[in-house]
């Protein structure tokens, strides 16, 4: 491999240059030919002059730090979106608050009174949640307490 370089090398200093003039019907924007890019001292170069092509220097702008990439900021339009599904999450809520109420109503009239256990049983819910239900049904005034604390009894009114 080495020989090769060698080799050519060699045949390429043994050869004198060769200077060739343009012909006169030779535009200047052609691209050079393999004469034309021979080794040529410069002094034994032509001078070529094509066409200047004139560049615009952007003066260098004053670039402002940008900050670290932060998520964006949700627009108004995804905020009315989020209000909207956060709407329909409590209207459900209350639909089913609303159907269980009425189930405790309908259990209490079958059987004349209900109790905190009975509810629990009906809903599937914790003791405390069967309080809460039963509370608001008496604030609302559509059932009636008796009996203590302990051993409170619901009827209709």
């Known amino acids: 491999m080495e020989e090769e370089k060698e080799e050519t090398k060699e045949s390429e200093e043994g050869e004198t240059p ?11 924007t052609e691209a050079p030919t393999e004469t034309q890019t021979e080794e040529v001292p410069p002094e034994t170069q032509p001078e070529v002059k094509g066409p200047q092509i004139e560049t615009q ?3 260098p702008t004053a670039s402002t730090p940008q900050p670290p990439s ?3 900021i949700p627009t108004k339009p995804e ?3 989020l209000r909207q599904l ?10 089913r608050k609303t159907k269980r109420l009425e189930r405790i109503l309908q259990f209490a009239s079958k ?4 109790t905190n256990d009975d509810v629990e049983k009906l809903l599937h819910v914790s003791n405390r ?6 509370d608001e049904l008496v604030q609302q005034g559509r059932l009636k307490r008796t ?3 302990s051993h409170a009894k619901y009827q209709l009114p």
């Open 147 to 149: 009996g203590s604390p």
């Open 111 to 114: 059987k004349g009174e209900i």
């Open 86 to 95: 956060w709407q329909k999450a409590l209207e459900k809520i209350r639909e």
């Open 57 to 59: 220097e952007t003066p």
């Open 70 to 72: 932060q998520p964006e």
């Open 129 to 134: 949640t069967a309080t809460r239900y039963l």
């Open 79 to 81: 905020t009315s979106l």
């Open 18 to 28: 060769k200077e060739e003039t343009l012909p006169e019907e030779t535009p200047l």
